[in-house]
């Protein structure tokens, strides 16, 4: 029978509660009516309450940490992967690992209540047993219980934070399926990289067409045909050569910019003769 993983990460939490409800069962029956709860160094009680106070106290405080750990678990499984503080994120948040993700956050969640239940179990128990007066009734022992909690929850989230996620092959064949076909495509587009270098190097490997193929000059004794004389090339109109002013044909009469009206004819006059009469 194959436990789902749900179950398997709340597994912690359940059994600390089990020992839990045992150990406030067990309290019930053998503690006296007056329990002491705190011990001087001289042996003398510094604190002291009823049988059924003591039991109140402790189950108030094993199911505050309950509905903290249920309100926790809620919030880790329905927040949104991107706002959800992990380390080696950019893994983790990654979609194929986000199921993991959740279920390592779970887990560790469910050992960190587990441990706090396990601290107030042990509360219990050492006020069962320091009510004989013998070795356990000693005052320091409350102190090493605390210290040990504290000890523990700092390690957790140590491990949990320096260990507990650190990118593994622990991601499922889905992270080596999703892998695959983007190593096969950086591979493909690495050696159409290469290839195409090696064409533009080389371009007389290339296959030329039949009309990019130089044919046989046409010249005066050229064999496949008559000479073909190369195009003249018109000169460009003087508008258009730079450095030359364009030039404007000037009308027959009138004045040289054509605006005014025709000269009238006007004789050549003759030149005077020196010495005697115009010759004729």
């Known amino acids: 029978m194959t436990v789902p993983p749900l179950l398997r990460a709340a597994a912690p939490m359940g059994l600390a509660l089990v020992a839990a409800a045992l150990v406030l069962v067990t309290a019930s029956q053998l503690l006296p009516e007056r329990v002491a709860v705190v011990h001087l160094r001289d042996g003398a009680t510094g604190l002291a309450a009823s049988r059924s ?13 309950v509905l903290a750990w249920l309100v926790t678990a809620a919030a880790l499984a329905w927040t949104p992967a991107r706002h959800l503080l992990v380390p080696y994120a950019a893994h983790w948040k990654a979609a194929p690992r986000r199921r993991e993700l959740r279920l390592r956050l779970a887990r560790w969640a469910a050992r960190a209540f587990a441990a706090a239940v396990w601290f107030v179990t042990a509360l219990v128990v050492l006020a ?57 495509g950086a591979a493909a587009s690495a050696s159409s990289s290469t290839a195409a270098p090696a064409l533009r190097a ?11 193929r130089p044919g046989p000059r046409s010249g005066l004794g050229s064999a496949t045909g008559p000479a073909v004389a190369p195009r003249a090339t018109r000169p460009p109109p003087s508008s258009t050569v730079p450095g030359r002013r364009p030039t404007t044909g000037r009308p027959a009469g009138g004045e040289p910019d054509g605006k005014g009206p025709p000269r009238p004819y006007q004789p050549r006059p003759t030149r005077p003769t020196r010495g005697g009469p115009p010759r004729g």
Request: glycine share 14%; net charge negative; proline share 10%.
């Open 202 to 212: 080389d371009p007389a490997s290339r296959p030329t067409a039949p009309a990019d």
């Open 53 to 65: 106070d003591l039991v109140l106290i402790a189950s108030s405080l094993l199911v505050g940490l």
């Open 128 to 184: 069962i047993a320091g009510q004989s007066g013998g070795p356990l009734s000693a005052w320091w022992l409350p102190l090493v219980a605390s210290g040990l909690y504290v000890l523990v929850v700092l390690g957790g989230f140590a491990w949990a934070f320096g260990l507990g996620f650190r990118p593994d092959g622990s991601a499922g064949p889905t992270a080596s399926a999703t892998t695959a076909p983007a190593r096969s």
